[in-house]
């Protein structure tokens, strides 16, 4: 499968794909994106099976990302990985058509507990 | 870089300081993200009577917040601490070149959990800022008052947390956010 990847931090980028292949999931081709714009382009240009994306990114946030997804007919399964967590947050994500939304710092378990019925275990 | 101070800003919100994380909140929430990302180079241990030596100062990054709570969160560290972090988080090996640009990306991502972490214990509605990271102290916003101040041992080395309430853009004419830092790294 294709997994998206979109934070602004490429520590980050890194940290979420250490934490993929910890919690199970190190199979999977991952394409990197800087920032929501790019991510929305490499939505359409490699047809993605997941996006996991931060949300607080310069050029376009996550939450603008996945609203223009969801404007343009595109359905890619899409979660949040991302500081902030607050309820307010999380309803807003759920609105927008996102699956769930992990909040740093988070753990390989929390990774699987959200991956697990998407990916496979 | 020189060092600002935070006067005491009549115009703050008393309900701001009152809203705030405590001391303790804070020190929980920087041992928290260390432990998580950073545990292979030991654990961070609260250091209640770290040294302050504003020269050894090497790494710094903010974020703030603004809306019905408007704070700044900053974190600090000496460079070798700074080296060591974004080594860590990069799963870089010890001859594996490491750049500014690394390490201004690392203690800005820092930053970022720590501040997304406060806000979460804060009941208040408040937008987080993309961090700004400085190489050395970043300066503070004019009409800043701080709130708490925390640091853990790492590495033998101190990592410090300040947390700051930030007077309102009608008490003090000039914009939140970053605008009143400087020192920023690209």
């Not at chain 1, 990985?81 to 988070?106: D, N, Q």
């Not at chain 2, 974190?75 to 001859?95: I, P, Y």
């Amino acid at each position: 499968m294709k997994i998206i990847v979109a934070d602004d931090s490429k520590v980050m980028r890194r940290i979420v794909v250490r934490t993929l292949r910890q919690a199970g999931h190190g199979g999977h081709e991952v394409i990197e994106a800087e920032n929501g714009r790019e991510c929305l382009d490499l939505v359409t240009d490699r047809t993605p099976d997941l996006v996991l994306s931060d949300w607080n990114m310069p050029e376009m946030t996550g939450i603008e990302c996945l609203d223009a997804l969801r404007a343009q007919g595109t359905e890619v399964p899409f979660g949040f990985v991302t500081s902030e967590g607050s309820p307010e947050m999380r309803e807003r994500a759920a609105r927008s058509g996102a699956l769930f939304l992990i909040a740093k710092p988070f753990t390989a378990e929390t990774f699987a507990e959200a991956l697990d019925p998407l990916l496979g275990s | 870089m020189s060092i600002h101070p935070a006067p005491l800003d009549p115009g703050v919100d008393p309900t701001v300081a009152a809203s705030a994380p405590t001391s303790a909140d804070l020190e929980a929430l920087l041992v928290e993200t260390w432990e998580s990302y950073l545990s292979d180079g030991g654990p961070a241990i609260p250091w209640p009577t770290a040294p302050v030596d504003d020269e050894t100062v090497g790494w710094s990054a903010s974020v703030c917040f603004d809306g019905t709570w408007r704070c700044l969160v900053a974190l600090e560290m000496q460079g070798t601490t700074a080296e060591a972090a974004t080594r860590e988080l990069l799963a870089l090996d010890g001859d594996e070149e490491i750049t500014d640009e690394d390490i201004s990306d690392a203690v800005g991502e820092l930053v970022n959990i720590l501040g997304g972490a406060v806000k979460s214990i804060v009941a208040a509605t408040s937008s987080l800022s993309l961090p700004v990271v400085a190489a050395g102290r970043v300066a503070l916003p004019r009409h800043s008052t701080r709130l708490c101040d925390v640091a853990v041992r790492w590495h033998g080395r101190p990592v410090r947390v300040h947390l700051h309430a930030v007077g309102s853009t009608a008490d003090t004419g000039e914009h939140t956010g970053h605008t009143g830092l400087t020192g920023e790294v690209p």
